[in-house]
T-cell receptor, first 114, second 112 residues
């Protein structure tokens, strides 16, 4: 079965420190990979995506993600966390092939302490 | 500006009432989706549509129904609301051929 895993329910980091939110996947074909962020009582906002090309993708608000095909991972990173980065982060994968439905991970709550 | 809109943002309603959650997009996307998100955070796909007059049930069984009479409009209806329907409902759309989803701001439904 095709799946996306976010192994950490919550990540805690101090402001100014680097952060990583993990995502691994198991899907067929060459996937499209996405990260979304959700603030309280809001919808999901697009952060970044990987389709092809450079494995390091840069996105909104200083976030970046690295596609690692051998490890089937797409971890979200930021060099220096801000308190305002505290939110819920979702990884999503669109499997290769005709389907267009995204498969979402279960979400990781990022808490940045001042 | 092209976007996706959900109304109402918040709704508190009594058990047994019929409700319709509205979702409209001005991006010309063919594909639209409804997700249910519980306090446990996980997203559950309950309905999707790949075009006008096309609707499918998602991965999570839902007592709600949807319609897609116009490309831009994808309303979700609950004929008889129950407390178990209390949740946040998110609408999304995507273009043909792939790419990501654009989400609305969501409707937080409380059934009392």
């Amino acid at each position: 079965a095709q799946s996306v895993a976010q192994p950490e329910d919550q990540v805690n980091v101090a402001e100014g420190n680097p952060l990583t939110v993990k995502c691994t996947y198991s899907v067929s074909g060459n996937p499209y990979l996405f990260w979304y962020v959700q603030y309280p009582n809001r919808g999901l906002q697009f952060l970044l995506k990987y389709i092809t090309g450079d494995n390091l993708v840069k996105g909104s608000y200083g976030f970046e993600a690295e596609f690692n095909k051998s490890q089937t991972s797409f971890h979200l990173k930021k060099p220096s966390a801000l308190v305002s980065d505290s939110a819920l982060y979702f990884c999503a994968v669109r499997p290769g092939g005709a389907t267009n439905k995204l498969i979402f991970g279960t979400g990781t709550l990022l808490a940045v302490q001042p | 500006e092209a976007d996706i809109y959900q109304t109402p943002r918040y709704l508190v309603i009594g058990t047994g009432k019929k409700i319709t959650l509205e979702c409209s997009q001005t991006m010309g996307h063919d594909k639209m989706y409804w997700y249910q998100q519980d306090p446990g955070m996980e997203l559950h796909l309950i309905h999707y549509s790949y075009g006008v007059n096309s609707t499918e049930k998602g991965d999570l069984s839902s007592e709600s129904t949807v319609s897609r009479i116009r490309t831009e409009h994808f309303p979700l209806t609950l004929e008889s609301a129950r407390p178990s329907h209390t949740s946040q409902y998110l609408c999304a759309s995507s273009p043909t051929g792939g790419g990501g989803y654009t989400f609305g701001s969501g409707t937080r439904l409380t059934v009392v």
